[in-house]
């Protein structure tokens, strides 16, 4: 059998420990924000368009559709009588006898 290592042992790796210190000046933003008031005016304008300029009303003028319709003439009298009575009686008996069933 051969002997593969003739230069003895390796050597472990020596483990160092690192570290990383980030310095952030706080000068600098991000553009999102600005991406998104593009965004939301970019909508804006596309809706005040759409709503201003009688976009959706073109359809129904250029086809001729006539969605007038005649309602039925209905007349109300002007004012209503009810008879109502001057005066309610209602009367209650002096005793009111209830009959209890205990085998329920």
Known sequence: MGDYNREGPAEHERVTER?????????RRGGGGWV??????????????????????????????NVNIDAPKVEVPDTVKIDVPDEVKVEVPE???VDTNSAQ
């Open 19 to 27: 570290t990383t210190i980030v310095t952030d000046s706080g000068g």
């Open 36 to 65: 998104i008031a593009l965004l939301v005016l970019v909508v804006l304008l596309v809706a005040l368009f759409l709503i201003f300029g009688n976009v959706f009303n073109r359809a129904a003028d250029e086809v001729g559709v």
């Open 95 to 97: 005793e009111i006898k």
